[in-house]
């Protein structure tokens, strides 16, 4: 550590890890998109309402809005506190309002597209909004310790454990479990963050004072033309536009491949269990490898697993395609995070670490959406190359990436373990 980050006390410490994995955790559960509902939601859509994979697309792709716009969230809690607190009261708010969500569509007595639609925008609102703020908590906190790759191992290991249970257990809660039931389950989810964030996090009381916002409003404008926060952000956009991937690849495994719910969701654990292994080599190699070699590595090969998908012929090769892929895609995803954190400008990190988030989501949900199309008309293939190409872009990204860590992440050599 650099002689002007004092240590934080190992208690202090302790506790900001418990609230990072709460946080995450919740969100790996709870999450619509990729949670232990994912599944359920995908065969309400698909079986239930009777949508084609174009339609299903779509529709997730309006329900992730509420990620893709976290830029919002971000200005709001860096401007606007609210009953004194910048982080908490914003915290204890979004998350009630995403367990209200899932109650609400749990308690649905039949399901239409519309209302379908509303609840899980606001369930996501919910999530997206705390996401944002835990982000800046991290953030705020990391930068000055150095500690921004080690909080995110933490979180993206949390998630990734819950992503574990959700595979196996929305694959089974979708075969055996009525959706309402399911809905209501994930409804108790989100107050495992309320508690975590009642507990956890400290915060200084502020108020409403023009000078701040003042500050802040420069730290914005200055940061726009901030150009890592533009590398950062073209490298994560083509990093998570893999049009094969998501609705295209599970219609694939149903349609033509014929696998059942509960092996979908048995493999969406084995990926999130690789991820988990993944998270954990960040977390031991972050401090002693460069960024760019971490990057260069990660992209080869997740050129070549992507390509490898052309292999993709029943259940041995699925295994294998989603373990590999899941621990290289969290290793580099976590490069890019490390990166957009340490680029982040003081009083206005939830802002701008929000902004690079819904690069990433936007990246997701416009490749989802593109291969959704994509798909009804051409098939996976053709989209495994698409994927390819875009993640092998990311190689005239790498070289505009500055080599040393910046300003307020201490040099390799003065940190401490």
């Known amino acids: 550590m650099d002689a002007a980050a004092a240590p934080a006390p190992p208690r202090r410490l302790a506790q900001l890890s418990l609230f990072f994995a709460a946080i995450y955790f919740v969100q790996g559960i709870a999450e619509p998109g990729a949670g232990i509902a994912s599944q359920p939601i995908f065969f309400l859509l698909k079986d239930g309402l009777r949508l084609s994979a174009g339609e299903t697309a779509t529709f997730l792709a309006m329900v992730s809005v509420a990620w893709n716009i976290k830029p919002l969230y971000g200005l709001t809690s860096d401007f606007f506190p609210l009953f004194g607190y910048r982080r908490k009261s914003y915290l204890l708010l979004t998350t009630a309002l995403a367990a209200t969500g899932w109650f609400l569509l749990g308690s649905q007595a039949a399901f239409t597209y519309e209302r379908t639609l509303v609840i899980l925008v606001v369930c996501g609102l919910g999530l997206a909004f705390s996401d944002v703020l835990c982000d800046a908590v991290m953030v705020e906190t990391g930068k000055p310790l150095g500690m921004t790759g080690r909080f995110q191992a933490i979180q993206w290991g949390a998630i990734n454990t819950a992503s574990v249970l959700a595979g196996i257990g929305g694959g089974w809660l979708s075969q055996n479990v009525s959706y309402q039931r399911t809905f209501l389950l994930v409804s108790f989810f989100p107050l495992i963050s309320l508690t975590a964030t009642a507990v956890c996090v400290r915060e200084a009381r502020v108020r409403y004072d023009r000078q701040v916002v003042r500050q802040t409003a420069h730290a914005v404008r200055s940061a726009i033309g901030s150009r890592p926060l533009w590398v950062a952000a073209g490298f994560i956009f083509l990093w998570n536009f893999s049009p094969s991937f998501g609705v295209p690849l599970e219609y694939h495994l149903v349609d033509k491949l014929g696998f059942s719910k509960i092996f979908l969701g048995t493999l969406d654990s084995l990926g999130s269990a690789a991820a988990i292994i993944g998270a954990a080599i960040f977390g031991k190699i972050c401090r002693r490898l460069p960024i760019r070699r971490l990057l260069n590595l990660s992209i080869a090969i997740g050129v070549v697993s992507t390509l490898a998908y052309w292999g ?106």
């Open 312 to 417: 993709l012929v029943g259940p041995r090769s699925a295994i294998a395609l989603t373990i590999g892929t899941g621990a290289i895609s969290m290793i580099a995803a976590l490069a890019t995070f490390d990166l957009a954190a340490r680029s982040c400008p003081d009083k206005a990190e939830g802002t701008f670490f929000a902004a690079l988030m819904s690069i990433a989501n936007l990246g997701t949900a416009g490749s989802a959406f593109v291969g959704g199309r994509l798909y009804d008309w051409l098939g996976l293939r053709p989209l495994i190359l698409v994927s390819a190409l875009t993640t092998a872009a990311c190689w005239l990204i790498v070289p505009l990436i500055r080599k040393d860590p910046g300003p307020d992440v201490p040099a390799p050599e003065s940190r401490q373990r």
